[in-house]
C-alpha cells in the first residue's frame, strides 16, 4: 500500500481548529530555531540527541534498532503524556504526507515542498498501518517502509531504498516509536532515530547528522508535544470520570 504523492487522502476527520505552526510568524519561528540549532550544534553536543529522556531510556534497545544496528548516529526523544497508549496511538498510526502531517511547523514544511496538512483530528482511514506500506515524508523523497506494527505501543518506519551497496542509496535510517505505561499511571512516548550513510554527497544530506540534527531537534520535540497535547485533549473526558468508567 502507498499513500498518495501530494494528495490528501484523509477524509473528513481534519476538521478542527487551526494547528500551532501556521502562518508566517510560525514559519519564521521554526526557520530561526533551526538556524540556531545549526549555529549552536559545536556547544550543545549529544545532549539534544537525548530530549526528554529520563533513567537510561537513551540507551536501552528499542524495537526497530535492529534495522540499523551499527548506526553512524541516533538520537532518541521522550515526552511523559496524561493518558494512556491507546489514547497515543491513533496520533502515531496516522502520521505522513497525504495523511495526518506530523504536527509541527506546517508552513515551514509546506515551503519545502512536503504538501502536508496536521490534523487535529483522529482519521479512521488512517488507523491500521500494516507492514509493507509505505510513508512519505516529502513527494519528492523516498519513502519510509513500516517494518514493524503492534498497537498501540509499537510503530518502526524504515528508510527506502535502505541497500548501502547500492549507488543510488539514500542511506539507511529508522523512525521508531515506542509507547508504554508511565510510572504514574500515564503514558511514555519515546522515538528514535538511527542513520546510516555512504560517503555519497546525496547519502550524507540524507542520512548524515549535520544538518539534519539541528532540523530533528526543532520538528522532532514539538511533534512529541503536539501528540500529547492531542491525546491528554482526547483522554480528558475519560480521565475524568470515576473509577472504572474507562
Not at 42 to 59: D, H, I, Q, S, Y
Not at 173 to 196: E, I
Request: glycine residues 12%; hydrophobic residues 40%; contains cysteine.
Amino acid at each position: 500500500m502507498m499513500a498518495g504523492r501530494g494528495v490528501d487522502t484523509r477524509g473528513p476527520g481534519h476538521r478542527g481548529a487551526s494547528p500551532p505552526g501556521v502562518g508566517v510568524l510560525a514559519a519564521l519561528e521554526g526557520a530561526a530555531l533551526i538556524v540556531w540549532n545549526l549555529v549552536a550544534t559545536p556547544l550543545v553536543g549529544r545532549r539534544r540527541l537525548r530530549w526528554g529522556t529520563v533513567g537510561t531510556e537513551a540507551g536501552d534497545a528499542l524495537p526497530g534498532d535492529e534495522f540499523v544496528p551499527e548506526p553512524k548516529w541516533s538520537y532518541t526523544l521522550g515526552v511523559s503524556i496524561d493518558a494512556s497508549p491507546q489514547d497515543v496511538w491513533p496520533w502515531i498510526a496516522q502520521l505522513g504526507q497525504g495523511r495526518g502531517g506530523f504536527y509541527t511547523y506546517q508552513t515551514l514544511e509546506n515551503l519545502v515542498g512536503c504538501k502536508i496538512i496536521n490534523t487535529t483530528e483522529v482519521l479512521p482511514d488512517h488507523q491500521h498501518p500494516a507492514v509493507g506500506e509505505t510513508i512519505f515524508l516529502h513527494p519528492a523523497a523516498p519513502p519510509m517502509r513500516v517494518e514493524v506494527v503492534d498497537p498501540p505501543n509499537v510503530l518502526v518506519l524504515v528508510g527506502s531504498p535502505a541497500d548501502l551497496g547500492d549507488e543510488e542509496s539514500w542511506g539507511m535510517s529508522t523512525w521508531q516509536f515506542v509507547v508504554k505505561h508511565g510510572p504514574d499511571g500515564g503514558g511514555r512516548l519515546l522515538t528514535r532515530g538511527r542513520y546510516d550513510y555512504t560517503p555519497d554527497w546525496k547519502s550524507r544530506l540524507a542520512c548524515g547528522r549535520f544538518p539534519l540534527v539541528a532540523i530533528r531537534f526543532v520538528m522532532r520535540p514539538m511533534m512529541l508535544l503536539e501528540i500529547r497535547r492531542r491525546a491528554e485533549r482526547d483522554a480528558q473526558p475519560l480521565l475524568a470520570q470515576p473509577a472504572g468508567g474507562r
